[in-house]
Every structure is written in C-alpha cells, then in structure tokens.
C-alpha cells in the first residue's frame, strides 16, 4: 500500500484502497494491524498472489502476540498469514512469488511447515 493508500477493517475483512485498486484480505480476530507503508506492500505482495491462485489471504498476526527478542512485528514491520488452508502443491510456488513481487529489501519465510501454527512470515529487513 502506498502512503497514499487508506484502509478499513470491516468485522474480520481488510478492505484497502491502494495504487488505484481494491484488495480484501481476512484479519484473524484480535490482530492489531500495522498501518506502515512497509507492511502495506507486503499485504499488496500477498493479494496479488492469493487472488491469482483463487484465495483470499489472512493476517494472523501483525503487532500483536508473542514474537521473539528483536521481532520486526514490534516496530510494525513484519506480519504472518495462514498457510494451512492453502494447497501443500501451491504453497512454495506462491511463497516465491511473493518474495518476487517483494524484492530483496523483504525476507518471506516459510514458518513451521506441516506444524499447527504453520504460517507464512514477511518482514522488511532491508541489508544496506
């Protein structure tokens, strides 16, 4: 999402108004959304491939819960979204497709694979 862009949290859907185009992402109760612009073209990144492949996207967490020392969910620059809805043959393949779109200033990693709490993570952890 640009700085431009605004959005709006209805019941549990994210509804943003970015780059001239809608996108609708689902927000697991109790997620305390990050409003950085950083973030904003992670969840851009993340629509654009779940749409592609016939998905609607959900942030598990973003501000909120329990992150490990020097999380970059602390400073509003990292969020998670749910895996395990998604198809075990697509997953990789939108993953690298996200980190793509996302470039090298982003690290998308594939947390926990095949474990309950399987999630995709993003980050934005530019190396100067």
């Known amino acids: 999402m640009s700085r431009a862009g605004w959005f ?7 509804v943003a108004i970015t780059k001239g185009a809608e996108m609708a992402l689902a927000v697991k109760p109790g997620v305390i959304l990050s409003t950085t612009w950083q973030v904003g073209e992670m969840r851009d990144a993340v629509n654009r491939v779940w749409t592609k492949y016939g998905f609607t996207a959900t942030i598990t967490s973003s501000l909120d819960g329990v992150h490990m020392d020097g999380s970059k969910h602390y400073e509003g620059l990292a969020e998670d979204y749910r895996t395990k809805d998604l198809p075990v043959s697509k997953k990789h393949i939108m993953f690298n497709d996200v980190q793509e779109i996302l470039g090298t200033d982003y690290q998308v990693l594939f947390e926990y694979e095949n474990q309950d709490n399987e999630h995709l993570h993003i980050e934005y952890d530019p190396k100067f």
């Open 8 to 14: 709006v949290v209805i019941g549990v859907i994210l």
